[in-house]
């Protein structure tokens, strides 16, 4: 029997994951770990517990992704998000297990660009989060060839983020219903993508054996600002929402001005299984829906 454990599995990615790997694959065995129960960081520790497990593929969706706390904590990023991908990748060699490691459009900075990235592309990154992730990309390179690095952007999933507290969506939605000004910046440009589409693409993936590097978001791009646009569209809300620039954000870390990426090597294989972003935005509202209604 297959044996698939899932890596920092409090996360929105990882719960959807969980629930499209039971209907895709439900003669695999699935464990889910937080980072209560494996530090990637912690290289011993983590290779007790997988040691113990001893799964035949490895899904890695843990990550310091606080882009702004990173700027301060670049020690804490390369621990995790480096030195972490590291230390599943020379677990993964010994037991011969395929390691799946979760990236990010972050690796781009987009300065100049107008196409969308593919995955030959060079990489430079924008601020300390992103160079931790290329760190982590070249580590796995280098240690475990029987891995797949999965690069994705602007993720959105009914379990919200653990790390960061809700997910855009449900901001949007949040602040929309308090009825308070809503700012969004809108030179950065980028692609939304559903965490639910996202693990339904990474499970066809793993299936074809084809190791590599792959973009794999939805179809099409926007800015944070039209997103927010369309969010409210579909809701049928109508707040004050106005454009800003990133300068007037706030925000600390530099953000890519431009970060789409295409899905070259998906396309490649014939598995390219996502949607465009409005038509992945609606389901995800659909579903949202649902699950209120059936709370009440």
Known sequence: MTRVLIVGGGGQLAHDLQRRWRERHPDHELIALGHPQLDVSDGPAMRRVLEERQPSLVINCAAYHRVDEVEDNPQLAFAVNSIGARNLALVCRDLDAVLVHLSTDYVFSGSGRRSPYQE?????????YGVSKVAGELL???????????RSCGLYGVAGSSGKGG???????????EGRAIRVVNDQTLTPTSTWFLSDQIAALVD?????????????????????????????????????RSSESGSRARRPVYSVLENH?????????????????????????AHIGATR
Not at 266 to 280: F, Q, S, T, V, Y
Request: proline fraction near 8%; charged fraction near 20%; include cysteine.
């Open 120 to 128: 030959t592309d060079p990489v430079d990154p924008p601020n300390v």
């Open 140 to 150: 796995i390179r280098l240690t475990w060839p029987k891995h797949f690095i999965v």
């Open 167 to 177: 997910n855009f969506v449900e901001t949007m939605l949040r602040l929309g219903n």
């Open 208 to 244: 074809s054996n084809a190791y590599g590097t792959y973009h794999a978001t939805c179809q099409g791009a926007c800015t944070w600002f039209e997103f927010a646009s369309q969010i409210f569209i579909e809701a049928g809300m109508t707040p004050d929402l106005q454009p800003q």
């Open 265 to 289: 090597n998906l396309g490649r294989h014939r598995i390219d299984l996502m949607p465009e972003w409005k038509e992945a935005l609606r389901a995800y509202l659909a579903e949202r829906r």
